[in-house]
């Protein structure tokens, strides 16, 4: 576990070419010994040691803003419950076999390898539960497996500065029964739930002995919401379907089914046309659209608002994303729509170097202007942006706690959209390069677009190691099928 790592190594250390730290040697030393202590942590460093970025998950801002944070700046300590940022743009391909799940995946220590090889930068797998303003430190919890593994244990780690990006969590609206019955597709164990749950009621369905209504529902695979993700997933399912299931359960292959639903249009963020083309492909490759709004989801059926019963033995829900109850706890000025409130230079005003990036925050109504999308490429371009204004406060001399106060920030943040691409099935895909809906540009659907979309992503995946796996997996997809064993 990479925190015991970081345990045997922080008892190890003897810092070279630095004046020693009574505060952070005490506290490592608590570390190593008093692991099991309640709150034992990282103290603060002092003016001698390099300051102390804290960045808080390991998602696309985060990853992103540690890439490019110069670690001879400073010393960079991650905390999230993943080792691993999840490149989400492929992962609905995982689900069904089109990609291993070590493609969209990448170690945090390759994408910043000073946390693995630098003596005062760590990477921490905990969930942060608190940030202390007053007293620059951030209050985190282990996340163990559970207590099979380790009773989870808090700690805290001052920061010199601390970038929140803690991304954001599945709206349900409330419905009852979504959080126990319906699967998220946000994370890989989601797609390994995913990919389980749908071969294992393909093999049962073939059991003898099953009716043929038991058959029907379980090979009913029911998607909730119709934005990228839910649509992605729908198309990625439906080729599924028709080109291994028929050949690997051919005795099933007409009982298995796809239903898309949504309360409004599908792809609302695309224009008419785009949406029109995917309707009428989405339909053409055999998937069900069903116009309604879920009222109630219980064990092997939902409910939608005018009564309509829709048995399921798959159920994966995307209706998109709002703050996590730790935002949602923070007494902070916020952004419309409940997220961290940040000024034009992604900094929270009301607390000193503090700042948060990607989906779990927004600009405050003061600044005029609007909150930008939850997507991949603003918590990206965030990222970058915060690192390399980091990077020169840490220049200037700015880097430890309160050591940036009125110095000049340099401009602000600008979001310039680039446009937006969603696969949609049968080698097909929408690409729309414009800024928005009404601007004037590039937009089109099919077959070159689904090549753009290919190839755009392969250039998007971080490292070259995971650019490999991508290709390789699609060429092993292309010439040999999906891999339907359920290990
Ligand atoms: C299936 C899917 C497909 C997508 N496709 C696209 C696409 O094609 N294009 C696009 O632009 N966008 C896409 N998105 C949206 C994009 O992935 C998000 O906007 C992006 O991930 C936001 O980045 P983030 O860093 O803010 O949050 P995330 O990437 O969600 O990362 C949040 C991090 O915080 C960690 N965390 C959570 N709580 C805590 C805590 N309490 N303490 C510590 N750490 C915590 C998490 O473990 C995670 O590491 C897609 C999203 C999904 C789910």
């Known amino acids: 576990m990479a925190w015991f ?236 379907i028709t080109k291994d299931v028929r050949q690997t359960h051919a005795h099933v292959k007409d009982y298995i089914r796809v239903t898309l639903i949504e309360a409004n249009e599908i792809l609302s963020s695309f224009d008419d046309r785009l ?53 949602n706890s923070m007494e902070l000025p916020k952004s419309p729509g409940g997220r961290i409130g940040v000024d034009e230079w992604l900094h929270v005003p009301s607390m000193q170097d503090v700042f948060a990036i990607g989906d779990c925050s927004g600009f405050l109504e003061s600044t005029g202007k609007p909150t930008l999308p939850a997507l991949a490429q603003v918590a990206e371009r965030q990222g970058k942006y915060l690192s390399h204004l980091l990077n020169r406060i840490g220049k200037a001399g700015g880097g430890h706690a309160n050591g940036a106060n009125g110095m000049e920030l340099g401009d602000p943040f600008v979001y310039k959209h680039l446009g937006s691409m969603a696969t949609i099935g049968r080698y097909k895909a929408l690409v729309d390069l414009r800024q928005s809906k009404e601007a004037k540009g590039l937009s089109m659907a099919g077959f070159v677009s689904w090549f753009i979309w290919r190839s755009a992503y392969l250039t998007r995946v971080l490292s070259w190691r995971n650019r490999f796996y991508v290709a390789i997996n699609w060429l092993t997809t292309f010439v040999f099928g999906r891999d339907i064993s359920r290990i």
């Open 5 to 240: 790592r970081s345990l045997i190594r922080v008892s190890g250390i003897k810092p070279r070419n630095r004046a020693p730290n009574p505060f952070s040697l005490a506290s490592l030393a608590s570390l190593s010994t008093e692991a099991t202590n309640k709150y034992s942590g990282l103290g603060p460093t002092v003016p001698a040691e390099k300051p102390r970025v804290v960045v808080v998950g390991s998602g696309w801002a985060a990853c992103r803003l540690m890439k490019a944070l110069d670690t001879n700046l400073y010393d960079v300590v991650c905390v999230s419950p993943r080792n691993h940022m999840v490149f989400t743009p492929l992962l609905a391909s995982t689900c069904v076999g089109t990609l291993e799940f070590r493609s969209v995946a990448e170690p945090i220590s390759r994408i910043q390898p000073a946390i693995s090889r630098e003596p005062g930068s760590y990477f921490f797998l905990a969930n942060c539960t608190g940030i202390d303003g007053d007293n620059h430190s951030v209050h985190c919890e282990t996340a163990t497996d559970g207590p099979d593994t380790l009773d989870p244990w808090k700690f805290k780690i001052a920061y010199d500065k601390l970038v929140i990006a803690l991304g954001a969590q599945p709206l349900t609206f409330g419905i009852q029964g979504v959080k126990e019955h319906a699967i998220f597709l946000r994370e890989v164990y989601h797609a390994q739930e995913i990919r389980r749950k749908l071969l294992l009621n393909l093999m049962l369905s073939d059991v003898p002995g099953i009716s043929e209504e038991e058959k029907s529902r379980l090979l009913h695979c029911v998607v909730v919401g119709g934005g990228p993700t839910g649509v992605e997933f729908s198309g990625e399912l439906s080729d599924f």
């Open 275 to 327: 949406r029109h083309y995917a309707t009428k492909q989405l339909t053409k490759s055999g998937v069900r659209l069903v116009r309604g709004i879920v009222k109630d989801v219980k064990a092997q059926k939902l409910v939608l608002n005018d009564g309509t019963e829709v048995p399921y033995g798959l159920l994966v829900w995307s209706t998109g994303v709002g703050p996590s109850p730790l935002v």
